[in-house]
């Protein structure tokens, strides 16, 4: 089985602020981990992942994202928020043998104020 | 093409009606994956497809149909549309791995359908 959860619908920060958008995950079995970005009224976009390897992953437009294994968490994050980062974020996880099939948060909402 | 395309971009159906929501990607992923998007619901997955001629269920399977024919396409049925099948719907791909897992996921424009 593998869940995923967003505790927070809505994150408002002032640009030029880091950002931290959270996720928690449950599987059995090693996870893959993945944050997605969508814009309004287009798909979704892929930002970063984890497989293996360093916890701390880099990804596209200057986010990142820890894996904390002892913390089932993988927090997205940014040193200084712009205002066009401003869209709705998932985060997915698979277990390494689910064939593909990722289960997806029910997304975060990141409002950043000029 | 390029990338992953969907048709129609929107539509209006009665219920009933039976309808086809498209979908095409140029990238010669073996995995393809159809998704619908609810308020509060998030990304929930409908049906999938690890390679050409063959399709799996996901979390919501029920009212749809899908087939794959060839690497490209994975169309999805409703056969006979209702109400609560209205959402956004949205195709992805990835690249399936040998040993069976898969890559990120690229995810197409969208479908908004309505069904009155």
């Known amino acids: 089985a593998q869940s995923v959860a967003q505790p927070e619908d809505q994150v408002n920060v002032a640009e030029g602020n880091p950002l931290t958008v959270k996720c928690t995950y449950s599987?059995?079995?090693?996870?893959?981990l993945f944050w997605y970005v969508q814009y309004p009224n287009r798909g979704l976009q892929f930002l970063l992942k984890?497989?293996?390897?360093?916890?701390l992953v880099k990804g596209s437009y200057g986010f990142e994202a820890e894996f904390n294994k002892s913390q089932t968490s993988f927090h997205l994050k940014k040193p200084s928020a712009l205002v066009s980062d401003s869209a709705l974020y998932f985060c997915?996880?698979?277990?390494?043998?689910?064939?593909?099939?990722?289960?997806f948060g029910d997304g975060t909402t990141l409002t950043v104020k000029p | 093409i390029a990338g992953i395309t969907q048709a129609p971009t929107s539509q209006i159906l009665a219920a009933g009606r039976r309808m086809t929501l498209r979908c095409t990607q140029d990238?010669?992923?073996?995995?393809m994956y159809w998704y619908r998007q609810d308020l509060g619901l998030g990304l929930r997955l409908i049906h999938y497809?690890?390679?050409?001629?063959?399709?799996g269920k996901g979390e919501v399977p029920d009212g749809y149909s899908v087939s794959r024919a060839n690497t490209d396409d994975f169309p999805l049925t409703l056969a006979s549309a209702v109400p609560s099948q209205t959402s956004v719907y949205f195709c992805?791909?990835?690249?399936?791995?040998?040993?069976?897992?898969?890559?990120?996921?690229?995810f197409g424009p969208g479908t908004r359908l309505t069904v009155l």
């Open positions: 599987v059995s079995g090693n996870p893959y």
């Open positions: 992805a791909s990835s690249e399936q791995l040998a040993s069976g897992n898969s890559n990120e996921q690229f």
């Open positions: 984890y497989i293996t390897g360093d916890n």
């Open positions: 997915a996880v698979r277990y390494n043998t689910n064939a593909g099939k990722s289960t």
């Open positions: 990238m010669r992923h073996n995995a």
């Open positions: 497809s690890n390679t050409a001629g063959t399709t």
